[in-house]
C-alpha cells in the first residue's frame, strides 16, 4: 500500500449520476471534496431528479456503494466520479424544464377507469384468489381517492 501524502488543499471532483431505468437522465452536480460521504452525493442526486433519497441506490462501476464511504473511497484519486443511479419502487425522475401540463396529464391517467380496471386484473393474475384481489384492488382505490381530498 502506498501512503498518501497531504497537500494543504483537498482535491475536488467532478460528479456525475446517470440514471439506469428510461427515460434515462443524468445529473451534474457540483464539484465535491474527495472526502464527501457518498450519502451527500446521494442526497444531491435525489433533489436533482425530483426524488426521495431512500428510492436511490448508487453504483460505482456496476458495483453497489454504501452511504458511509466517501468519494475518495470509491473514486481513488480521480477526479471525475460518475456514479449510475438505481431508482427503486418504480421512482421516475423529473425533467427540470418539464411543462406543468405534462405532469398534470401522467397525473390524470390514475383517474381512468382502464387504469383501475388494468389494476384490478393484475392483482386477480398475480394473487390468484379472487377475494383477495378485489380486497387489495379496493384498498388501493380507497387510499388513491382519500389522497386526492
Not at 457518498?38 to 426524488?51: D, L, N, R, W
Request: charged share 30%.
Amino acid at each position: 500500500m502506498r501512503k498518501r501524502q497531504k497537500t494543504g488543499q483537498e482535491t475536488l471532483v467532478s460528479v456525475t449520476v446517470k440514471t439506469m431505468r428510461k427515460p434515462q437522465s443524468t445529473a451534474t452536480l457540483q464539484p465535491m471534496k474527495a472526502s464527501t460521504p457518498i450519502a451527500v452525493v446521494k442526497q444531491q442526486a435525489a433533489t436533482e431528479f425530483g426524488i426521495p433519497s431512500d428510492k436511490i441506490k448508487l453504483l460505482y462501476n456496476k458495483k453497489p456503494v454504501t452511504d458511509s464511504k466517501t468519494i475518495q473511497d470509491v473514486a481513488g484519486d480521480s477526479t471525475d466520479a460518475e456514479f449510475t443511479a438505481m431508482l427503486l419502487g418504480g421512482a421516475i425522475p423529473v425533467e427540470k424544464n418539464q411543462p406543468t401540463e405534462a405532469v398534470v396529464a401522467e397525473a390524470s391517467l390514475l383517474d381512468t377507469s382502464e387504469f383501475w380496471e388494468d389494476l384490478r386484473g393484475f392483482l386477480l393474475q398475480r394473487l390468484k384468489n379472487e377475494t383477495e384481489a378485489e380486497t387489495a384492488f379496493s384498498i388501493f382505490e380507497k387510499s388513491w381517492k382519500r389522497s386526492q381530498r
